[in-house]
T-cell receptor, first 114, second 113 residues
């Protein structure tokens, strides 16, 4: 089955700096890679996703890159703000007509210091 | 705000007991997936239901079972509870199809004592 590794497990950045989180996956059949943000005591919320036919996607201060050959993908947050503090999870999903079955990484706790 | 709702929000059970958790999917969604999130870890896929049948299962024993109803809501049942079953249980609904976004409920926090 799929295995997703995520690094680092914790990340502390100064407000305004950039944050980068990296994930690797094992199953070359995976073709959908979402990123979720989970604040303390709340549900995971999708912040950005990328499909296997795309190498990079950007949404305001957030960008994701995908290298299918190397089987890794990364989340980049620029101009970090205190409200970016949360746990971020990457995930990978194999094709499935009924919907995605997500394999999650272990999470990265991001702390943005004012 | 997502339309996926779960009940109850918190639950305390004794080892060996059985528990049923419920999930109402977002309007228009016909697929429900269940995940277990232990403290400090990422969610782990338990199983998925589509058209009222199990459609894929993660590495969980048979004492984890589920149902999906005609209105696409779903239940997760866990028998013979163990201490390690203590976790946040999340359901996610989506519309069947590849690469469709999964919307998570707020979760049920299960504590087994």
């Amino acid at each position: 089955g799929e295995n997703v590794e995520q690094h680092p497990s914790t990340l502390s950045v100064q407000e305004g700096d950039s944050a980068v989180i990296k994930c690797t996956y094992s199953d070359s059949a995976s073709n959908y890679f979402p990123w979720y943000k989970q604040e303390l005591g709340k549900r995971p919320q999708l912040i950005i996703d990328i499909r296997s036919n795309v190498g990079e996607k950007k949404d305001q201060r957030i960008a994701v890159t995908l290298n299918k050959t190397a089987k890794h993908f990364s989340l980049h947050i620029t101009e970090t703000q205190p409200e970016d503090s949360a746990v971020y999870f990457c995930a990978a999903s194999e094709p499935g007509a009924a919907g995605n079955k997500l394999t999650f990484g272990g999470g990265t706790r991001v702390l943005v210091k004012p | 705000e997502t339309g996926v709702t779960q009940s109850p929000t918190h639950l305390i059970k004794t080892r060996g007991q059985q528990v049923t958790l419920r999930c109402s999917s977002q309007s228009g969604h016909n697929t429900v997936s269940w995940y277990q999130q232990a403290l400090g870890q990422g969610p782990q896929f338990i199983f998925q239901y589509y058209r009222e049948e199990e459609n894929g299962r993660g590495n969980f024993p048979p004492r984890f079972s589920g149902l999906q109803f005609p209105n696409y809501s779903s239940e997760l049942n866990v028998n013979a509870l163990e201490l390690d079953d203590s976790a946040l249980y999340l359901c996610a609904s989506s519309f069947a199809g590849e690469d469709t976004e999964a919307f998570f409920g707020q979760g049920t926090r299960l504590t087994v004592v």
